[in-house]
């Protein structure tokens, strides 16, 4: 009989490979519950917005940053536009790893809750694996001309346009 045409029955095998092939519940791991986003994140561009009342923004929101986007020649399947008040875990290391961003826009959102430095609003700052700017909720820059021309500096600078 060769080696290779060994026969053993079910019971051994189960018997000499019950720790190797059979994970027990006290060794599993508890998996990342995936993110979820709107967009299709193919430039890894992260949008962090503050939603309480919407699932991602409320349409007029929703149009305003399509027509940001569409001037840095971008649009929505470039992007993940995450709603960071409606995060179970609100953790930048968690999206980091599911969506691994080169390029972060916080909107409403303050940089030390994501767990990043402090830096001015509209300043483009660099953290280790991206570059990211923080600024007001998209309802308070679409109010003013200012605001809008500031918003709009800042991405020049983080998109290189």
């Known amino acids: 009989m060769s ?7 079910p019971s051994l095998l189960a018997d000499l490979y019950a720790n190797v092939l059979v994970q027990s519940q006290t060794g599993a791991t508890a998996e990342e519950k995936p993110v979820s986003f ?3 994140n193919k430039k890894h561009i992260l949008i962090l917005v503050n939603q309480t009342d919407a699932a991602y923004l409320p349409e007029k929101e929703l149009q305003f940053l399509t027509a940001v986007l ?31 961003p080169q390029k972060l826009l916080l909107l409403d959102i303050k940089p030390e809750e994501a767990g ?8 483009v700052q660099a953290q280790n694996e991206f ?18 021309s500031n ?7 983080l998109f290189c346009l």
């Open 38 to 40: 709107l967009g299709k």
């Open 70 to 100: 569409s001037a840095c020649q971008l649009d929505l399947s470039h992007v993940a536009i995450v709603n960071w008040a409606l995060l179970e875990e609100k953790s930048l290391a968690v999206l980091q790893r599911q969506l691994s």
């Open 116 to 123: 990043l430095p402090e830096v001015q609003v509209y300043a």
């Open 151 to 157: 918003l709009w500096v800042a991405l020049k600078q």
């Open 131 to 148: 570059e990211f700017v923080a600024a007001p909720a998209l309802a308070e820059i679409e109010k003013t001309k200012q605001a809008k």
């Open 3 to 9: 080696l290779n045409n060994i026969s053993l029955p």
